[in-house]
Nanobody, 123 residues
Framework: QVQLVESGGGLVQAGGSLRLSCAASGRAPSTYTVGWFRQAPGKEREFVAGISWSGATTWFADSVKGRTTISRDNYKDTVDLQMNSLRPDDTAVYYC????????????????WGQGTQVTVSS
């Protein structure tokens, strides 16, 4: 079992930045691929970014590419999502997830999920 806890969400003006963090605990969390997803009211959960267990490979949704970075520290068992140039359509609950995902953009590929952190971007 792996437990995930997100932090760092909040209210920010358009054009601002936020750094979300996902803290993992439990059985060998550093061996898993980690993905960040988001879900806005009335919409399906969508992939935002992912990082391989080693940190060597990252993936991004087209909607955040170029203004978002993802990193992990396997000593601290944390994965951070740095989001810049935030827009109102980035408003959502952001979740981190861990698993042995082979198709990293699919939520069904992840076994463990955090409770989410709210990000609200005002115009």
């Amino acid at each position: 079992q792996v437990q995930l806890v997100e932090s760092g969400g909040g209210l920010v003006q358009a054009g601002g930045s936020l750094r979300l963090s996902c803290a993992a605990s439990g059985r060998a969390p550093s061996t898993y691929t980690v993905g960040w997803f988001r879900q806005a009211p009335g919409k399906e959960r969508e992939f935002v970014a992912g990082i391989s267990w080693s940190g060597a490979t990252t993936w991004f949704a087209d909607s955040v590419k170029g203004r978002t970075t993802i990193s992990r520290d396997n000593y601290k068992d944390t994965v951070d999502l740095q989001m810049n140039s935030l827009r109102p359509d980035d408003t959502a609950v952001y979740y981190c997830a861990a698993g042995s995902a082979t198709y990293i953009r699919s939520p069904q590929q992840y076994n463990y999920w955090g409770q989410g952190t709210q990000v609200t971007v005002s115009s």
